[in-house]
């Protein structure tokens, strides 16, 4: 069984796919990669409002980060953020409410290879599940 966020997760990878953005499911695979530009989708906090009728709205962060590798890095990062940003914002899914842009993160080198770069932006996904299950 998997959990709603691992489904929206996952929902959204494939989505990110078949618009022609390569995807790799951890940051480890993204960096070993030697691709101009990859993204991964990193899971963030999580915040939970129960409600007296059973049901829990949970508002999770996940991360868009964009592995950019080369001189221009800006360019290659706001391809990728281009090419996503309506794809992420058009998602729908079961107990999927809404899907928000928060903003974008500070740009990050990869330790001292200043031809590497890693870029996030920010969104906040609010969904509901019954109070005990992730998944429901």
Do not use: N, W
Not at 69 to 80: M, R, S
Not at 123 to 131: C, M, P, R, S
Request: aromatic share 4%; glycine share 8%.
């Amino acid at each position: 069984m998997t959990t709603r966020l691992q489904q929206y997760i996952a929902g959204i990878s494939d989505a990110l796919t078949v618009a022609g953005l390569k995807v790799e499911g951890s940051p480890i695979q993204a960096l070993q990669r030697q691709d101009s530009q990859v993204c991964t989708l990193l899971p963030g906090q999580e915040d939970v409002e129960a409600s007296p009728v059973g049901r829990s709205t949970r508002g999770r962060l996940i991360r868009l980060a964009v592995h950019t590798a080369g001189d221009d890095h800006l360019a290659e990062t706001e391809a990728v953020f281009e090419a996503a940003h309506p794809v992420i914002m058009a998602f729908v899914a079961d107990g999927l409410v809404s899907i928000v842009e928060l903003g974008t993160d500070e740009p990050q080198y990869v330790a001292t290879d200043l031809s590497r770069q890693i870029t996030g932006k920010r969104y906040l996904v609010t969904y509901q599940t019954d109070e005990h299950s992730l998944s429901a």
